[in-house]
Structures are given as C-alpha cells and as structure tokens.
C-alpha cells in the first residue's frame, strides 16, 4: 500500500540545474533515513545522498559541493537540489524510504531519468 514516487527529472544542459522531489504515502508511521541512488548504463546503482529523520547527511564524493538533499517530515518528501549538472551526472535516480509502519522495511519509487547535455 506504501508507494513512493519521484519527480522533477528531464533535460539539462551542462552546468544547469535540477530539483528532485520524493513523496511517500500510504501506511506510514513515520520514515527513517531517505536517500537517493543513481544507476547508468552498465553501471551498479550507487549512493548519491541521504538524509536521516533528525537531517544528518552523507554525499558520494563525486556530487559533494553541488548537490543538496534535504527533507520536509510533514510532508513525508525528500528534495535533491542538483547544481552544476556534468554529463557523467546522466542516469535514472532513484529515490529510498526506510519506512515504519507495522513493521519497518525499505521501499523504491520507479526512477526518474536525468539527462545533462554537454
């Protein structure tokens, strides 16, 4: 019954910028840590960022000083602000709920591509 869905993926060029949205509902008791993950062609998924439910956050190496995660509790949704957009930024992103309801589990949204054009 949880669903989690993102939006705010599309085109950019080079340099530009893009703002990820994340919004669960459903079942919820409250959310632990979000996060979001990137996967590219013939690549593993891998961490962008993460943001616990108090608002501590972790950056892979690669998006430190240009992009921002940040979370609104009451609204159950997590923003990933991306400035500065490279070409190997390209992948779908993929937003991480750890929710807690009756139990505590992780749940994926569907992706949302983003595309940066040199």
């Known amino acids: 019954q949880v669903r989690v869905v993102e939006s705010g993926g599309g085109l950019v060029q080079a340099g530009g910028s893009l703002r990820l949205s994340c919004a669960a509902s459903?079942?919820?008791?409250?959310?632990?840590?979000m996060g979001w993950y990137r996967q590219a062609p013939g690549k593993q998924r891998e961490l962008v960022a993460s943001?616990?439910?108090?608002?501590?956050?972790n950056y892979a190496d690669s998006v430190k000083g240009r992009f921002i995660i940040s979370r609104d509790n009451a609204k159950n949704t997590v923003y990933l602000q991306m400035n500065s957009l490279k070409p190997e930024d390209t992948a779908v992103y993929y937003c991480?709920?750890?929710?807690?309801?009756?139990?505590?589990?992780?749940?994926w949204g569907q992706g949302t591509q983003v595309t940066v054009s040199s």
């Open positions: 459903g079942s919820i008791l409250s959310i632990n840590a």
């Open positions: 991480n709920a750890q929710i807690v309801g009756l139990t505590t589990y992780n749940r």
């Open positions: 943001i616990t439910s108090g608002g501590a956050t």
